[in-house]
C-alpha cells in the first residue's frame, strides 16, 4: 500500500508543480499453517527495462532523487507558471509538469495498438525468487509488499514466516485477467516450492481486483466447456490448459481488503476528465494514515480549493491520458455501471483498434457481471473468501459516492447504496439477490448499506470511515484481518459478537467512541437509553 500512496503523492507533487480480539485455541500448535501469496496494490511492482548503460534501469518508480534534480532544473519555468497559474491561465504549469512527467515515466506508455513502447520486466516473479527470505537475504529487503502488515499477520508462521510469504509481481498495465493469469502461475509455484497443497491469498486495493478476478477464472475454469475456452481465447490458453491453471483447490483462505473488485473511482474520474479535487477528503485521509488525533480538515471545509481543479485538468489531458488512457488495468478500473458512458465518451477509434477494450469488454460482461456467482462457486469448491471495505468517504478525486476515498463501497463489495450523504427510506425491503435467508439482517444500522445483495453477504466486513490503505492502522478491522488470514475453518459475519458486519473505524483520529446499550458500536437507536461505554482511542 505505500507504494500507492506513493504513486499518487508523486502525481499529486507534479500536479501542483512540486510543492505541495484474534482467536486462540489450546491445539494452536497442531493447527494446518499455510503459505501466504501477497497480492499488494496498484503499483506494486517495480519493472525495469535494458538499457545501453544500464541491464535493469528501473522505470517504476521514479526515485526522490529524480524528482529533486527535475524540480532543481526546472525552477524558472517553475516559478514562472505559478505567476501565470496565479493569474488564471494554469496550462503553463501544467505543460511543464506534463512535459517531465513524460520524460520521467514515458517508458510506462502503451501505443496506440495497446503494446508497449518500451519492454519492461518484473525483477523477480518466481516462487524462488519472490519470498521474503530470499529478498531480505539477496536484495535488501527491496521488492518486499506491505511491511507494516506481513510481520503481524504472519506469525503464526513462526520460523517459516519468511521462506513461507510470497510478494506476488505483475505488470499492473496490463488487463487485469493477464494479471491473475500471473497470480495462478505463482500459486502453483509457491505450492510446489513450499511442498504444501494449498496457499493463502492475502490481497490489498488492486490486488483484490485481481484476487477476486484469479478466484472467478477458476469457477469459469471449473464449469469447463465453453466458458474455459473463452477466457483461454483471451490468454492464449487452451481450454483444458486453463482448467489445470485456475484451480480452486490450490486456495485455502483469501482474504481481500480495501479491494478494487468492481473498480475504483479516480479511473472515472481520470478518464472523463472529471477531475473536482475534493481538498477536505484528501486532509482527513491523511489524517487517518499519519494517525493524528488533531482535526485539520476542517481548514477547507468551508472553501474548496476548486482553482486546482483546472490545473489538474490541464494535466492529465494530454499529459496521463497519453500514458493511461491504453492501460488495461485502467480501463478495468471503471465501474460496470459506468463501462458503457465511458467508452462511448472516451475510447475513440484510436482505444476501439486496440485488444484492450475487447479484453476489458470481457473482463466487464463476464467475469465482473457474475462476480457474485463466481465467488460463491469457488466458496462452494472449498475456499473460504472474506472480504473487508471501507465506507462513509467521498472520492478525493470527485465523485460523490461513498467509498474508503478511492474505492467505492458498491465495487468493493456489490451492496447497493443510498446516495450519498443520504439514507434509504423508512420501510426499505432489502433486495435479497444473494441471501434471502429471513433470519439474516444485511442492512447496516445506519440505513445507507444493503449487502443482502453483495458478491459474500456472509463474508463481507463494512468498516465505516476506514480510509484507503489504513487497514493496519485501525484496531479492529487489523484483528479481523489477522483472524480470517489465520483460521482454519470459515468465518462468517455471524460468527464473532465483536466484528459484525458493521462497525466504525477505531483509528486514533478518530478520538471518541461511544456504546449504548443494545446497538453496535458507534450505533444509536430508539432502542437504546444508556450509555454503556465512553472512552478516548489512543495511539499504539
Given at each position: ?115 508497449p513502447v518500451t519492454e519492461l520486466y518484473r525483477y523477480h516473479y518466481t516462487a524462488e525468487e519472490v519470498n521474503t527470505k530470499y529478498l531480505n537475504e539477496e536484495e535488501d529487503g527491496k521488492y518486499i509488499h506491505e511491511t507494516e502488515i506481513m510481520p503481524y ?344 459478537e465483536a466484528y459484525p458486519q458493521f462497525h466504525e473505524s477505531t483509528n486514533v483520529c478518530e478520538s471518541v467512541y461511544a456504546e449504548f446499550g443494545t446497538s453496535k458500536t458507534g450505533y444509536v437507536s430508539a432502542d437504546d437509553h444508556t450509555l454503556t461505554c465512553l472512552r478516548r482511542a489512543t495511539a499504539k
Amino acid at each position: 500500500m505505500k507504494k500507492l500512496h506513493r504513486f499518487l503523492a508523486v502525481l499529486l507533487v507534479l500536479c501542483l508543480g512540486f510543492s505541495s480480539v484474534f482467536i486462540v485455541t489450546d491445539a494452536a500448535a497442531e493447527e494446518q499453517i499455510y503459505p501466504i501469496i501477497v497480492v499488494a496494490g496498484y503499483g506494486g511492482t517495480s519493472l525495469y527495462k535494458v538499457s545501453p548503460d544500464n541491464p535493469q534501469d528501473n522505470v517504476w518508480y521514479v526515485g526522490d532523487s529524480l524528482i529533486t534534480d527535475a524540480v532543481v532544473s526546472h525552477i524558472p519555468e517553475i516559478l514562472v507558471g505559478l505567476l501565470r497559474w496565479a493569474l488564471g491561465n494554469p496550462k503553463p504549469l501544467a505543460d511543464t509538469v506534463g512535459r517531465e512527467f513524460m520524460r520521467l515515466c514515458g517508458d510506462l506508455a502503451y501505443d496506440e495498438d495497446g503494446k508497449p513502447v518500451t519492454e519492461l520486466y518484473r525483477y523477480h516473479y518466481t516462487a524462488e525468487e519472490v519470498n521474503t527470505k530470499y529478498l531480505n537475504e539477496e536484495e535488501d529487503g527491496k521488492y518486499i509488499h506491505e511491511t507494516e502488515i506481513m510481520p503481524y499477520i504472519t506469525q503464526n508462521l513462526g520460523e517459516k514466516a519468511e521462506e513461507w510469504t510470497f510478494n506476488f509481481t505483475t505488470d499492473f498495465r496490463q488487463n487485469v485477467i493477464f494479471c491473475a493469469k500471473d497470480l495462478a502461475l505463482l500459486v502453483k509455484g509457491a505450492k510446489e516450492f513450499t511442498g504444501q497443497d494449498q496457499v493463502n491469498l492475502f490481497a490489498v486495493s488492486h490486488g483484490g481486483q485481481v484476487t477476486a478476478a484469479y478466484l472467478a477464472c477458476c469457477a469459469i475454469a471449473a464449469r469447463g466447456g465453453a466458458e474455459a475456452a473463452e477466457l483461454g481465447e483471451h490468454l492464449g490458453l487452451t481450454a483444458q490448459e486453463v482448467m489445470e491453471l485456475f484451480d480452486a483447490r490450490d486456495i485455502h483462505n483469501s482474504v481481500i481488503t480495501v479491494p478494487a473488485i468492481g473498480g475504483a473511482l479516480l479511473a472515472y474520474d481520470v478518464l472523463t476528465n472529471n477531475l473536482a479535487f475534493d481538498e477536505e477528503t484528501l486532509l482527513y485521509f491523511l489524517e487517518n494514515g499519519f494517525m493524528w488525533e488533531t482535526d485539520y480538515n476542517w481548514l477547507v471545509r468551508a472553501q474548496q480549493l476548486g482553482f486546482l481543479d483546472e490545473l489538474l485538468r490541464c494535466f492529465f489531458d494530454p499529459y496521463v491520458m497519453q500514458m493511461l488512457g491504453y492501460w488495461g488495468s485502467m480501463w478495468d478500473f471503471v465501474q460496470l455501471e459506468k463501462y458503457d458512458e465511458v467508452k462511448k465518451q472516451v475510447a475513440s477509434e484510436r482505444f476501439l483498434r486496440s485488444d484492450i477494450i475487447w479484453h476489458s469488454d470481457y473482463f466487464h460482461y463476464t467475469v465482473l457481471a457474475n462476480m457474485a456467482e463466481n465467488l460463491q462457486k469457488v466458496e462452494e469448491l472449498g475456499v473460504n473468501v472474506s472480504i473487508i471495505a471501507g465506507a462513509g468517504a467521498p472520492a478525493v478525486s470527485g465523485s460523490r459516492e461513498t467509498s474508503d476515498a478511492i474505492i467505492p463501497l458498491s465495487g468493493a463489495t456489490g451492496a447497493a447504496i443510498a446516495p450519498w450523504g443520504q439514507r434509504f427510506a423508512n420501510g426499505y425491503q432489502t433486495r435479497n439477490t444473494q441471501c434471502d435467508d429471513p433470519t439474516h439482517n444485511h442492512l447496516s444500522p445506519a440505513m445507507d448499506i444493503d449487502m443482502s445483495c453483495g458478491y459474500l453477504p456472509e463474508s463481507t466486513w463494512i468498516v465505516d470511515g476506514l480510509f484507503h490503505g489504513m487497514t493496519y492502522k485501525d484496531d479492529y478491522t487489523r484483528i479481523l484481518m489477522k483472524t480470517l488470514v489465520e483460521s482454519n475453518e470459515k468465518i462468517t459475519v455471524h460468527d464473532m459478537e465483536a466484528y459484525p458486519q458493521f462497525h466504525e473505524s477505531t483509528n486514533v483520529c478518530e478520538s471518541v467512541y461511544a456504546e449504548f446499550g443494545t446497538s453496535k458500536t458507534g450505533y444509536v437507536s430508539a432502542d437504546d437509553h444508556t450509555l454503556t461505554c465512553l472512552r478516548r482511542a489512543t495511539a499504539k
